[in-house]
C-alpha cells in the first residue's frame, strides 16, 4: 500500500503542474483572443515557465508533507 501511495505522489508532481499550467496557458491566451488584445508571446511564455516553477515548488511541498507512512497511535 505503501508504494502505490507513493507511486501516485510521484505521478501527483510530475503530471499536476504542467496540466495545470497548461490550462492556465491556453486560457490566458483564449481571454487575450476574445478580448481581442495582443500580448507578447515571450511575456505569455515567461510567464507560464514562473507559473509552472511555483506550481511545481508547491507540489513537490506537498508531495513531501504526505510521503511519510502514517503512523499507528
Sequence with gaps: MLFLRRTFLVLMVLIVPAFVTRLSYDGAVYMVARLHR?????TL??????EFAMLFFITVLEARARWTPLRAE
Excluded: E, G, K, N
Design 38 to 42: 495582443y500580448i507578447s508571446p515571450q
Design 45 to 50: 511564455h515567461l510567464a507560464a515557465i514562473v
